[in-house]
């Protein structure tokens, strides 16, 4: 009986040290090997000494691979640090970054011309920059001098449009203000009373008619002058007269929008209504913008 239990520590032993040597499995890392177990009696080999010394072996391989990992991260890591020292060192960047910026040499002739604060100009450069800058603003304000008469300014419109491209006017039709181009078709609700298909109307409440550089404006185009604080007899809008710009509107048809539905009722009352109903538009179209007389500038 005693035999049996002294021979199972030394079985198991075995057992375990053939079993940790032949898979691989367990033990991925090499490490140092394990003591000679088979040299050692049976009576001498306890079990705590056979696990213990498994253990360490354990261990020491486990330390070694921790090891030789960190190793492996620590040269990962320094392979992967950004050299800063190249973008510093390159002589194209280093050439940038000591070249200083050139000051404006010449400027726009419709700008006054730069003059620096720190350096006193010579009489000669003095002559010439206020002769220059002299040119310069006159040039500037005969482009936009304004025109003293209605003539003039018609002929600044005409030098830039003609009655049927480049021209635009701002009218009032309906209550409210457009803005109109040659050719458009424009749709507003039905004018009363109701004119015939091909009938046309002239445009009496013009605000401003103007080009690309320039308009003739009227006080109520920038709605500066509202009619509902006006007096009761002076109630009428300043507008562009018909001697400036004259515009013809022709109609082209009376039209039904989409039906509208609406559905009113009292809760207490019970009453109950379904208003169905179409919309009328009319639709017109802008004829010519004639400045003036009609005659070329």
Excluded: N
């Amino acid at each position: 009986m005693s035999l049996r239990t002294s021979l199972r520590p030394a079985l198991r032993a075995q057992l375990s040290r053939a079993f940790i040597h032949t898979s691989p499995a367990l033990d991925p890392a090499p490490g140092p090997p394990l003591p000679d177990i088979a040299a050692t009696s049976v009576t001498a080999s306890p079990p705590s000494t056979i696990g213990e010394s498994s253990v360490d072996a354990q261990a020491s391989s486990c330390s070694s691979s921790a090891s030789s990992s960190s190793t492996v991260s620590s040269a990962t890591a320094a392979a992967r640090k950004p050299r800063l020292t190249q973008f510093r060192a390159d002589p194209k960047y280093a050439k940038l970054l000591s070249t200083p910026p050139k000051p404006i040499a010449s400027l726009p002739s419709h700008l006054p011309p730069l003059i620096s604060e720190s350096s006193s100009p010579s009489p000669s450069s003095s002559s010439s920059s206020s002769s220059s800058s002299s040119s310069s603003s006159s040039s500037h304000t005969s482009s936009t001098a304004l025109p003293k008469s209605i003539p003039s300014a018609i002929s600044l419109l005409k030098s830039q449009s003609t009655p049927s491209t480049g021209i635009y006017v701002l009218a009032r039709l309906h209550t409210r203000t457009y803005l109109l181009h040659p050719r458009d078709i424009l749709t507003l609700p039905t004018l009363k009373p109701v004119k015939r298909p091909g009938t046309t109307l002239s445009l009496t409440r013009i605000l401003e008619v103007g080009s690309r550089d320039y308009a003739i404006r009227s006080p109520s185009a920038d709605a500066k002058v509202l009619r509902k604080y006006m007096d009761y007899d002076a109630r009428s809008l300043e507008t562009v007269p018909m001697s400036i710009a004259k515009v013809q509107v022709t109609v082209l048809e009376h039209t039904r929008g989409v039906m509208m539905t609406r559905f009113k009722y009292k809760r207490r009352g019970g009453f109950r209504k379904t208003i169905r109903r179409k919309p009328g538009w009319t639709r017109l179209r802008v004829g010519d913008i004639i400045l003036g007389d009609g005659g070329q500038a």
